[in-house]
């Protein structure tokens, strides 16, 4: 929050009040806020890195969120997507978006820019393969910060992410995750009642995550090997950590949810790509099928795939030594816990708000008040799973938890530049050295 921005008539407070009583307060190890409680009527400056769909509807909920909020700055690495974002967030928001032409950001140091250019709050919403360096840089810059799901494609990455979550937590900057239905009331009301015990002792889960293929980009001329790759990221295993990271990642978090957020002791899978061909479907897989295991024998199930034509399902069961839940991801209202006693089903009967809309209600509340959100713990654990997963699957062996956790594969490469990119090799199972 800087003291030379134009108010527009909103009362200007310190944000940083709380920064001096964290020195003295911050004792054992107990973090503080760096700021303390605020007024409805301050004003609290949002940065926007990856203008890209979600980053611009995360954007949106932001402003929705709090009448104090103004999307200060915007970086995407092309203009033209950042471009097309601010249009649209101009239009919809008017003069909350003050993003004005010194502070429009484009290329690899978009999130440098952006970070110094005053703000207070930023979204990370690019492609995961850069979320472990940004959110880093977020972090050490003491912003808080609402980051996208998953949180890296590698394990190295998802260390660092384990790091800089610990930093948030004890300097008492927000963190929090992109895992959006842990921000769903209907699926609160499930997941809270099954950690409750009100299943019982969980036995087996089994989500899926069943959809169509995500779209591509044609190559053109101008584009080098890093554009094309990162106009189809989805596509990239660097970019994206493939459809078990990227997108069936929101059901390995549920299984997470519903095992009480403890991690599997190992997990074994089959998985493929039988549809995907053409330079843009890169080097992922269209499948996926993976048994995890826990220490105390419950078994999770996931599958996955992107393919067009199939039907589709996004829905977990969760059976316990009391009953059976049955979680519909796409049809909330349906959602039932079923007891082996007889006694009544437990549905959720209250209101179904938009999980986005509430992740930014209640990270901009506490910011307000002075209360910590920190999803690392968990959110970082769902990563792992959904990593482990993939390199199960790309193995074709077992992987246990400790061996994830001490997984050295770096898929990232370690200079970001526009040019030629080394040629894709797709993984076979059997044949893939998991290291
Ligand atoms: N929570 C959810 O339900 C949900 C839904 C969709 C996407 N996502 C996640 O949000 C993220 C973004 O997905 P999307 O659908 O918006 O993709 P997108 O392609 O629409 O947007 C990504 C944007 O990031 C930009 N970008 C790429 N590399 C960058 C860099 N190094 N620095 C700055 N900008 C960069 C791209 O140019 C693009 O504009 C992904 O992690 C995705 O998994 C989450």
Redo the contacts with the bound molecule.
Sequence with gaps: MSSTEPTKGIARRDFVKGTAAVGAGSVAGLAMPVWGATTANDRIKVGL??????????ANQAINADPGVMLWAM????AD??Q??LGGLKQAHGNRVMVDQERQF???D??DKVLDSGVDVVIL???????PD?LAKAVAAKKHVFC???MATDMPGLRKVMETAQQAKNQGTQLMS???WRYSMPERAMYGEINDGALGEIESVHSTYHTGPLGTRARTPDMTDMDFQ??N??HFNW??GDIIV??A??SVDKMNWAMGNRPPAKCTAMAGRGLRNGAERGDIFDHFAVIYEWDNGARGFLTCRQQANCSNDNSDWVAGTKGVGFIEGWAPRKSRLVFADGSPEFRYKGGTPNM?QTEHNELFKAIREGDLVNDGDWMTVSCAMGIMGREAGYSGRTITWEEIMNSEREIVPSK?EFGDRPPIEIPAPGVYQFS
């Design positions: 890195v990856g203008c890209g769909g979600r980053g611009t509807g995360a970086g995407d690495v092309y997507r950042l097309n974002s484009s290329g690899f978009a999130i919403a690019t492609p995961p393969g850069f979320r940004h996208e799901k998953p992109g895992f959006c990162l106009r990221w989805q970019l994206s990227e997108q990642v929101h986005y970001l």
